[in-house]
C-alpha cells in the first residue's frame, strides 16, 4: 500500500552504491528515487552525473538494466526556475527540458515543483496546458495543499493529468503536520490520481504519519512518502548511512 521516495541523491554519492544500498529494502516495499534538476544548488546533481543515467547500453553493468531488474523506480524533481518554465513551456511537450537529455526515456515520473509559485498561478492555464500535452500519469504536481480551483478546472476537460505530492513545507523539509494531512477529493480519486505526502518526514515521525494515513480512504491507491532531508548530514550532504 506504501512506497516510500528517496530523494536528493547527488554528485556526492556514487549512484551504484546508492542502488546496492536500498536493494535490500525492496523486498519489503517500493522503492523509488528522486533525483533534484535546478540551475544552482548543492542539493542539484550535475548534468555528468545524471548522465549515468543515461546509459542505454544494454550490457550487464548498465544501470538502467540493473535498475528494471531490481524494479527501482526513479523520478526527475524539477525545481526552482525550471518547473515554472517546463509547465509553461511554448513547445507541446512537458519533457523538453533538455534537448541534450532523453529524461523521458529514463525516468518513471517527472516531478514539477511548483508549490512556491502556486498562488500565481493560473489553474485554467496550468490544466489547458497539460490537457493539449497528452501527457497523463507520469507527471506529479508538488502542491502545498489540495487545490479544489485546480481540479475543477481538469474536471471541466474530462481530464486528471497528475499526481500529487503535497508538500506544505514546499520542500523546506518543515515538518508534517499530522494530525491535519489533506485528504484526497472523490473527484481526484476517481479520476485515478496517486497521492505523495512530504515534509520533514524522519524516523521519529514516520510511524505515526502512517497511521494516520491508515485512517484516509486513498480508494486502493499506492501512497509514497517521500523524503529528503532527513537522509543528509548537517553540511547538507546526501549520506547513504541514514538510508
Do not use: W
Not at 175 to 188: G, W
Amino acid at each position: 500500500k506504501y512506497g516510500v521516495c528517496i530523494s536528493g541523491a547527488d554528485d556526492s554519492v556514487d549512484i551504484l552504491d546508492l542502488f546496492e544500498t536500498i536493494e535490500k529494502y525492496t523486498k519489503y516495499i517500493s522503492i523509488e528515487l528522486g533525483f533534484l534538476y535546478g540551475k544552482n544548488g548543492k542539493r542539484y546533481p550535475s548534468k555528468e552525473y545524471l548522465n549515468e543515467l543515461l546509459d542505454h547500453s544494454e550490457n550487464e553493468c548498465s544501470l538502467l538494466t540493473y535498475r528494471d531488474s531490481r524494479k527501482i523506480e526513479m523520478s526527475l524533481h524539477l525545481c526552482g526556475e525550471i518547473s515554472y518554465e517546463t509547465l509553461f513551456a511554448t513547445e507541446k511537450s512537458l519533457f523538453n527540458i533538455d534537448k541534450e537529455y532523453p529524461f523521458e526515456y529514463v525516468f518513471d515520473y517527472i516531478q514539477l515543483n511548483i508549490a512556491k509559485y502556486i498562488n500565481d498561478l493560473d489553474f485554467k492555464k496550468i490544466a489547458q496546458c497539460f490537457y493539449e500535452t497528452e501527457i497523463t500519469r507520469n507527471i506529479i504536481l508538488q502542491i502545498p495543499k489540495l487545490m479544489p480551483e485546480l481540479e475543477k478546472e481538469f474536471e471541466k476537460l474530462d481530464f486528471l493529468p497528475a499526481n500529487y505530492l503535497i508538500d506544505s513545507s514546499m520542500g523546506r523539509g518543515i515538518e508534517i503536520d499530522i494530525n491535519n494531512l489533506p485528504v484526497p477529493s472523490v473527484y481526484s480519486l476517481e479520476a485515478g490520481a496517486t497521492f505523495r505526502y512530504a515534509g520533514g518526514i524522519n524516523e521519529n515521525n514516520f510511524s505515526s504519519l502512517i497511521d494516520k494515513l491508515e485512517d484516509i480512504d486513498f480508494g486502493g491507491k499506492h501512497v509514497i512518502i517521500d523524503a529528503e532531508t532527513c537522509f543528509r548530514t548537517p553540511d547538507d550532504n546526501f549520506s547513504l548511512e541514514k538510508l
